[in-house]
């Protein structure tokens, strides 16, 4: 099984920029598609986007589209999450997912996904 391990979260003012990465271990991703999910309090967990085993295709939610970016190193076994003009909306805990499958399966059935990481905040003030 994957090991996940988010990082880069913190506290930024709108309109800022954050960069995650997702570390993983225990088996390479370069055969796994990638994903980011957020939850925010009170809501539930939600689709940011994703990024197939190649690196190949991308897909993102519509609130993020043209802001944020997956790119993936399969040699550095990381995933990165490029977050630009932040809003407040946007805050919520991140977590990284893979899954053997597509990226259209971690997106309509998440609960099924291989891995999670642990999360790691980001809060994005007005």
């Known amino acids: 099984q994957v090991h996940l391990v988010e990082s880069g979260g913190g506290l930024v003012q709108a309109g800022g920029s954050l960069r995650l990465s997702c570390a993983a271990s225990?088996?390479?991703?370069?055969?796994?598609?990638m994903g980011w999910f957020r939850q925010a309090p009170g809501k539930d967990r939600e689709f940011v986007g994703g990024i197939s085993w190649s690196g190949g295709t991308t897909r993102y939610e519509d609130s993020v589209k043209g802001r944020f970016t997956i790119s993936r190193d399969n040699a550095e076994n990381t995933v990165y999450l490029q977050m630009n003009n932040l809003k407040p909306e946007d805050t919520a805990i991140y977590y990284c997912?893979?899954?053997?499958?597509?990226?259209?399966?971690?997106?309509?059935?998440?609960?099924?996904?291989?891995?999670w990481g642990q999360g790691t905040q980001v809060t994005v003030s007005s």
């Open positions: 997912a893979a899954d053997r499958g597509s990226i259209a399966t971690m997106r309509v059935a998440p609960d099924f996904v291989d891995s």
């Open positions: 225990g088996r390479t991703i370069s055969t796994y598609a």
